[in-house]
């Protein structure tokens, strides 16, 4: 396993943590699986932040960052790893737990967001960690659609794969022959992956940790930023206020794109985009309704 000594300024920094790359080689440190068990540190009370991509998770972790209160963990690369070979690396997922919540200056909580591809992991990190919470964050279809688009021909391969992926461990059989999964457009595969992961959220909210779990709307984030920031505390700190700033909707992190840096820019979409996006809303709001599905998920964190 690879340690990698990360300041605290980066934690607020556009992008993941999985791409950071320290400037000093004293700054790594390699230890084999087999001690990891064996190092304790001091803990902080540990929360996650799971997501659906492009929900403005990364921009909500990062603002989680608030000196003296919390520090959020935008992607990990360890919990990556773990998910791509759950059967050798799930037995660390206790202690990598404990190492990722080493207490930094002097926080009072730590937050985690995994990758959307580790999702598949919630319910052993939520057994790993029983004193944690969840927000399970969410959005519309139509701009995670938008999101795909947006990123051209990797991001339609992005959604086809993540529809066989969330196939994987969260299926929902729609009655399909082969030809007809291939046959499917790009967005067409996007959005299926977009419901399966609303159902698998909602199966999440109702079930046995149901409690410990809340569900929130990006979209509505992004509109009421502070309030949103101070539910997700008073729910982590079972109903304990925070001593926070009263200014957590105007941070520094909302000034800049979340993952790549630079000015905000929502996408936009042309006529044609516009009219397949529509069409493939209609059609998901006829599987949901067949299914008994709400979507996308309602909200219970406000």
Not at 252 to 278: C, M, W
Request: charged share 20%.
């Amino acid at each position: 396993m690879i340690f990698v000594r990360v300041p605290d300024d980066r934690l607020t920094g556009p992008g993941f943590l999985f791409e950071f790359e320290p400037e000093n080689a004293e700054d790594r440190l390699a230890v084999p699986l087999s001690r990891v068990d064996e190092i304790e540190v001091d803990t902080a009370p540990m929360h996650f932040i799971f997501h659906s991509a492009f929900c403005r998770s990364t921009l909500l972790v990062r603002a989680l960052n608030i000196r003296g209160v919390s520090a959020g963990l935008s992607e990990p690369g360890i919990l990556a790893a773990i998910a791509a070979d759950p059967k050798a690396l799930g037995p660390l997922i206790t202690p990598i737990l404990r190492l990722l919540a080493r207490g930094r200056s002097n926080t009072r909580a730590i937050f985690i967001k995994p990758t959307n591809h580790a999702n598949g992991l919630i319910p052993a990190l939520l057994a790993a960690s029983p004193q944690s919470t969840a927000i399970l964050m969410t959005n519309p279809l139509e701009p995670f659609l938008l999101s795909v688009r947006k990123r051209g021909l990797m991001g339609h391969r992005w959604g086809r794969k993540l529809y066989l992926e969330l196939q994987g461990y969260t299926p929902i059989d729609f009655g399909m022959p082969p030809d007809e999964v291939f046959a499917m457009t790009d967005l067409q595969a996007a959005g299926l992956a977009w419901l399966l992961n609303q159902n698998y959220f909602t199966t999440l909210a109702k079930g046995a940790d149901r409690t410990r779990i809340r569900t929130l709307d990006g979209d509505y984030f992004n509109r009421h930023r502070g309030e949103t920031i101070s539910a997700v505390l008073k729910f982590a700190a079972d109903g304990e206020d925070f001593a926070v700033p009263e200014d957590l909707g105007a941070s520094d992190v909302f000034r800049q794109h979340s993952k790549l840096g630079g000015q905000v820019s929502n996408p936009v979409a042309d006529e044609a985009t516009d009219q397949e996006i529509a069409q493939v809303e209609q059609w998901l709001d006829l599987i949901g309704e067949q299914l008994g599905l709400q979507l996308p998920v309602s909200q219970t964190l406000l």
